[in-house]
């Protein structure tokens, strides 16, 4: 039986575990206004704070420093708690090598090839940082950046409005794009995130949570055992850039066919040479619903030993699983363990990587006046 996290918080309260073993932490309580403490200082003498946040049996740890997702605790089907989302536990690591854990990317989510696009006309060049094209908002992406927090408590839920300041030309993208992002915490222990964005020039904008999942505890071992479906009959294969060729292929009769539950490491050694490019999977699912009005359940991670699953719903046309390939033994996570390849995979609600040089692929393009809003809701059981 799949339990949910009200069964879950209903049968511990019926067992009689004390709220403290469930939720209330000193530094946040259930449901209560989000909590504030100083995580660090950045070089410039900026003092960079993690937020902690408690809802519905889920605790939320967010930095200033680019929205970052510090840590992120659920239950497993005794009730004990465990951190499921990889990361630091100091603020000069996410400066200085941070594969992004956690973090908010912009302005473009993924990669644009040779960091180049043209629109109306005009040609762009944006900041390169993966060999020769861009990644994530260039070398300077929305990760990296001091967002403004504003902490609300509505009604039964909790969270943060994030919001930053994108200046016209920063790593080479058009328009002022002015940002916030809401990360609720529901009284179901659901983390939602809420993206809104205007532009005062014509551009393009592909946001996202670059979120490493482990379910069963950041630096605990592989995610090859976890089971994951995705709702896609096609992805997009790339070159060896991980630039997508423009091809959208069916995933039928190859390691990419996540449509039914399958250990992600079942078919992680196929051969098949999209893996080979990728070092495993790192590519975008074209999601069969396309794009909605709402949310709608795409794909399910679910870790057979603590019996966690992860339930993702999202309104946008794709989704990159990456199974955390370049994770190499050289960084030490929060608990003091190193991360090896495989150890963590992310999930990222998006529009398709290098979406302004293919005509075929549904557009990112914002224009002023308009507002670019987009929804992912994460739904979490024991
Ligand atoms: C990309 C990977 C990249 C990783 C960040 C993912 O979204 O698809 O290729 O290595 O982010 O380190």
Known sequence: MELNRRTVIAGAAAAGIAATTLGGTAEAASGRKPVRKLFGTLADGTKVYRWSLENGGTRLKVLSYGGIVQSLELPDRHCRYANV????????????????????????????????????GTAYQLSVNDGDNSLH??????????????????????????????????MGYPGTLRTTVTYTLTRHGDWRIDYAATTDKATVVNLTSHVYWNLAGEGSGTIEDHELTIAASRYT?????????????????TPFDFRHAKPVG????????????AKGYDHNWVLDKGITARPE?????????????????????GLQFYSGNFLDGTLTGTGGRTYRQGDALCLETQHFPDSPNHANFPSTVLRPGRTYRTSTLHTFGA
């Open 85 to 120: 989302v990889a990361g630091f536990d100091n603020v000069a690591d996410y400066v200085a090598k941070s594969p992004y854990f956690g973090a908010l990317i912009g302005r473009y989510g993924n990669r644009i090839g040779k960091g180049r696009f043209t629109l109306d």
């Open 137 to 170: 908002g260039g070398a300077q992406g929305f990760d990296k950046h001091v967002w403004d927090v504003e902490p609300f408590v509505k009604g039964s839920d909790v969270g943060l409005h994030l919001h930053y300041t994108s200046v016209d030309g920063e």
């Open 237 to 253: 294969p790339t070159d060896s850039g991980l630039i997508p060729t423009g091809e959208l292929a069916g995933v039928a009769g």
């Open 266 to 277: 079942r078919d992680i050694r196929a051969g098949h040479e999209q893996q080979v490019l």
């Open 297 to 317: 359940h795409v794909a399910t991670l679910r870790d057979p030993r603590s019996g966690r699953t992860l339930k993702i719903a999202t309104d946008q046309p």
